[in-house]
């Protein structure tokens, strides 16, 4: 039989501190292959984006590692930075969740991108430019043979991350991982990502790791999901029997947390019920006369 794209297993991550290891990521497990994707959700400090950095082998020096993570069959985490820095934006490549500190803001959009496509394929900086263009059309930025010359202050937060998204798929990977890409997004651009995306992992046929809190857009992106709570798994399996059948406690907690388009709206306070109130609260803040 053929190997996984990637293959799990066991990974724990922890650091070093003053009162010994903390572990951040404990014996965490999943298998993923071509055209699937897994969501892996949980709040802040879960564990979340720890996994795609130690799959990605960036990691600080002082973060230890144990458990196995085999991509395309081979082992990569005790493989060193020489090996490694070939596979990163090739084989598997990253979406980062804050474009404008990810973008270098002294270089052009074009030039990064193309410098990705010449890291791993070579070629000449006209042709790799003219990938960049390709690249920024796939990821329907308009007019992208005069804007591939801008740099990244002169996009609007949804075209940047655009611009991230082009980044990652210049080399077409067969393991995307996106972490957070909707952050500080809007809903309707969010929306636009995240059928980017979609329609992206499709057309190159790559398999999906998104990373993200918020469990209305992984309801919509992943096949399978993995909840994390404090670097250990809470629940995991396919998307809709998570999300409708789960009996762990914490993904019931995050599932009510989730806003329901048909919540019931509570009224609005009048202007006049505000003043109000304000008038009241320094009332009842004066010290009394005894």
Sequence with gaps: MTAPLLQVQDLSVSFRSHQGPVTVLEKLSFTLDRGQSLGIVGESGSGKSMTALAIM????????VTGSVRLQGEEITSMSERRLRPLRGDTMAMIFQDPLSSLNPYYTVGLQIAE???????????????????????????????????YPHQFSGGMRQRIMIAMALACEPDLLIADEPTTALDVTVQA??????????????????????????VSQVSDHVIVLQKGTV?????????????????????????????????????????????????????????
């Design 234 to 290: 809470r629940d995991s399996g396919p998307t809709r029997e998570v999300f409708t059948r789960t009996t762990d406690p914490y993904t019931q907690r995050l599932l009510a947390a989730t806003p329901r388009i048909d919540d019931p709206v509570p009224d609005l306070l009048t202007p006049e019920q505000v003043v109000l109130g304000a008038v009241r609260s320094t009332e009842d803040a004066r010290p009394s006369d005894g």
């Design 192 to 217: 636009q990502v995240l059928d980017l995306i979609d329609e992206i992992q499709e057309s190159i046929d790559a398999a999906l790791i998104f990373i993200t809190h918020d469990l209305a857009v």
């Design 116 to 150: 990705a496509h010449q890291a791993h394929r070579g070629g000449s900086r006209r042709a790799a430019k003219a990938v960049a263009v390709e690249a920024m059309e796939a990821v329907h930025i308009r007019d992208a043979r005069h804007r591939v010359d801008h």
């Design 57 to 64: 082998g960036l990691l600080p020096p002082e973060a230890t």
